[in-house]
């Protein structure tokens, strides 16, 4: 009978993560100052624990640097929340996806489909948390990572 009521109490709190099929997630660089500018779209969807991300759509630009190229490492996606004090910060990663390519000034280059899976276990709700694309670049001899996120609220379907 506790098992039941457990199972019954997991469900209940997961559901409510449940995303809407035509919420259509959109990523962009909020900051045309980083190396790679990064534009995605897809979609989110809940699996607990875990929250399912698939990127149909993604384009790495080259951008504001003075180096004559960036080498691409890899990306990961995170869900991210504002601080009480003001900024954000990541609460959880999905993997890191290697993903080796080389950019120069005016290109740009496809990734994807994209397919990765954030933990989600123990947060009570995702109405506070957006999700953020960080991308790892090598750039001038220094690695640096770039960011995009997607509409702060679209989580929030309780």
Known sequence: MRRAYFGFVMVLLFASFALRADDRLSFTASDDGWAVLVNASGEATTHAPFL???LDSMVLQFGQTT???VNVRGF???LAYGKPNGGWTVDRWSDTITQK???TPGT???VGPVDTLIPIDGLATLANHWL???VEVESGGMITTCYAHNKAG???RN
């Open 52 to 54: 399912r991300v698939k």
């Open 67 to 69: 180096s004559p190229s």
């Open 76 to 78: 990961r996606i995170g």
């Open 101 to 103: 390519l080389t950019l």
């Open 108 to 110: 740009s280059q496809s």
């Open 132 to 134: 953020v694309i960080a």
């Open 154 to 156: 679209i989580l929030a």
